[in-house]
């Protein structure tokens, strides 16, 4: 049988993100600000990646079927299609924050957790619950033109993704509970099972904000 787009969109759990796309920006863009950090706790050089001809911020607060991730890849896309923009002159942030923190661990992590069952996603061919991050590549048969729908070919391409320390620390929790270890040796852990690439920050609200500081349009994605 054919894989077809819906199936493909179905499958990474944005099937019902085009009657969402109505979704407004929200906030004025505040001309970007050099900022010295006066502690080392946390990477924020991130910051510094943002430049090119346009630049968003997506902010997902919710797994919502991949909504985010989807709109921060789509924007791209649209861009390069209509005015003819090169990727790597666009510069897209996607925050993951509150519940839709399982997004950015790994498929092991989502196995030893059962994050498919938690939250209620199942495997599209077996029906089960997932065993693996659906968002994190994709999946066997998927067209070319659809493979960059996934957190990893957005990071691939240049694409910005910041996760809510606090939100992480849902999953320490998971970790500290199974294991019964201590909250650091926990968060060590933990810390493990974050998708590569994917850069904590001491909360979500601060990524998107500062996002917004360094010259994006800010947009509720999820």
């Known amino acids: 049988m054919p894989f077809s787009r819906r199936d493909f969109l179905s499958t990474l759990g944005v099937g019902a993100v085009a009657a969402a796309n109505g979704v407004p920006l929200h906030g004025a863009v505040t001309p970007p600000e050099h900022l010295v950090p006066i502690a080392g706790d946390w990477d924020v050089s991130w910051v510094d990646r943002i430049k090119g001809k346009a630049k968003a911020v997506f902010d997902s607060p919710d797994i919502h079927d991949g909504a985010g991730m989807f709109r921060a890849i789509i924007?791209?896309?649209?861009?390069?299609?209509?005015?003819?923009?090169?990727?790597?002159?666009?510069?897209?942030?996607?925050?993951i924050r509150h519940s839709a923190i399982p997004m950015v661990m790994s498929d092991a992590f989502w196995a030893e957790y059962k994050l498919g069952k938690v939250e209620k996603i199942k495997d599209q061919q077996t029906k089960k619950w997932t065993e693996v991050n659906p968002f994190r590549v994709a999946p066997a048969g998927t067209p070319p033109q659809w493979a960059g729908y996934t957190l990893e070919a957005f990071l691939k391409s240049g694409g910005i993704i910041l996760a809510c320390n606090m939100a992480f620390g849902q999953m320490v929790g998971m970790v500290a509970e199974k294991h019964k270890l201590k909250q650091d040796e926990a968060r060590t852990k933990a810390l493990e099972g974050l998708i590569p690439g994917v850069i904590l920050q001491p909360s979500g609200v601060f990524g998107v904000m500062r996002a917004q500081q360094a010259g994006c349009s800010y947009m509720v994605a999820s």
Not at 75 to 95: A, C, F, M, Q
């Open 75 to 95: 924007w791209r896309e649209n861009y390069k299609t209509i005015y003819g923009t090169p990727i790597d002159e666009l510069s897209s942030v996607l925050v």
